[in-house]
């Protein structure tokens, strides 16, 4: 089973509307959570961290479940400049290496 | 200030070439982390140093992949004997200590 799960999509998102996804993780020692991002062809950059209180960034909102070991975001007033793939990524490990989902593919449509 | 960099961004290897793979990471950073990322994939770690002292490398998928770091700035993978199934974008990402890792553009390698 791989450390974190991800549907891939891809998610087709009607501009302005609101698209969530979430991913699971597998090793419940994990101590920090996170999104990044990745543009076609580039390389991963940070989105957002995630906390247990939940956390907000302009049109991004991101949650974590503990007890249900699972990771949330929310993207409202999609732009056409939102699509990408979105990586959850957790931290468990004590040399702080990364394990990534395979990434959720948002497609923002006009 | 200047990112990660690595060279170089594309590399088309013959099955059973041996490949080196560069990554400057940024000035001051202490831990620096190789990441391999196959088509449709997310990134899997391949190994981690702190400096100089290469600290895990239980990402390496086999003995034909080493990677160094001798003066604890630039990286070095290599893989020997390449194999189509090492097709992938290798990233490199550094960090301090416990913070954001910041990943560079990648290197793209093509196994024939």
């Known amino acids: 089973r791989k450390e974190v799960e991800q549907d891939p999509g891809p998610f087709n998102v009607p501009e302005g509307a609101t698209v969530a996804f979430n991913c699971t993780y597998s090793?419940?020692?994990?101590?920090?959570f996170f999104w990044y991002r990745q543009d076609c062809r580039k390389e991963p950059k940070l989105l957002m961290s995630?906390?247990?209180s939940g956390n907000e960034d302009g049109r991004f909102t991101a949650q974590l479940n503990r007890a249900s070991q699972y990771i949330s975001l929310l993207i409202r007033d999609s732009k056409l400049s939102d699509s990408a793939t979105y990586l959850c990524?957790?931290?468990?490990?004590?040399?702080?290496?990364?394990?990534f989902g395979k990434g959720n593919q948002v497609v923002v449509i006009p | 200030g200047a990112g990660v960099s690595q060279s170089p961004r594309y590399k088309v290897a013959k099955r059973g070439q041996d490949v080196a793979l560069r990554c400057d990471p940024i000035?001051?950073?202490?831990?620096l982390f190789w990441y391999q990322q196959a088509l449709g994939q997310g990134p899997e770690f391949l190994t981690y140093f702190q400096n100089e002292a290469q600290l895990d490398k239980s990402g390496l998928p086999s003995d034909r992949f080493f990677a160094e770091r001798p003066e604890g700035s630039v990286s070095t993978l290599k893989i020997q004997r390449t194999q189509q199934e090492d097709s992938a974008v290798y990233l490199c990402a550094s960090s301090h200590p416990l913070n954001e890792q910041f990943f560079g553009p990648g290197t793209r390698l093509t196994v024939l």
């Open positions: 995630v906390y247990s």
């Open positions: 090793n419940s020692a994990s101590q920090s």
């Open positions: 000035s001051g950073h202490v831990s």
């Open positions: 990524v957790v931290n468990g490990g004590g040399n702080n290496r990364l394990a």
